[in-house]
């Protein structure tokens, strides 16, 4: 049971990872192995991340604790290309446009979380809620 247990995590681990798994004898007829319990563990995104909030769903940027739409938005309001928002963070070109691809993506509920930001920070009296 340990065993199963053990090979079960590493190959979720393989997967969280972006990796696929396949079968087959040769490498040109290998098939590809779809795992529908370890795929939905499986993150859709390399860079980006899941954290736990009390509202907020979207997600934030590996290793960083800045959400991905704060990056995105950094870079729009700056007018910074990708290069040059991944040079003054840090990061891999990869990973910004993957914050771009996730941003677009999501743009529905990201503008929905900014709404209730902005309406959590009126009711604390730290900024005037919008008409």
């Not at 393989?14 to 798994?21: I, N, R, S, W």
């Not at 040109?28 to 899941?50: D, N, T």
């Not at 991905?68 to 991944?86: G, H, K």
């Not at 990973?95 to 979380?113: G, Q, S």
Request: aromatic content about 6%; overall charge negative; some cysteine.
């Amino acid at each position: 049971m340990l065993r199963s247990s053990a090979v079960m995590l590493l190959l979720a681990r393989e997967l969280a990872d972006g990796k696929h798994l396949y079968l087959g004898e040769r490498r040109e007829s290998a098939e590809r192995l779809v795992l529908p319990e370890l795929e939905s563990l499986s993150p859709h995104w390399r860079w980006l991340v899941a954290r736990p909030h009390p509202w907020r769903r979207q997600l934030w940027v590996k290793g960083r604790r800045v959400l991905a739409s704060r990056v995105f938005s950094d870079m729009r309001a700056n007018d910074l290309t990708p290069e040059q928002i991944a040079e003054d963070l840090d990061l891999p070109i990869a990973a910004i446009d993957e914050v771009v691809r996730y941003c677009e993506e999501n743009a529905t509920l990201i503008a929905l979380e900014c709404e209730e930001e902005r309406r959590w920070l009126g009711e604390a009296g730290v900024v005037s809620p919008t008409p």
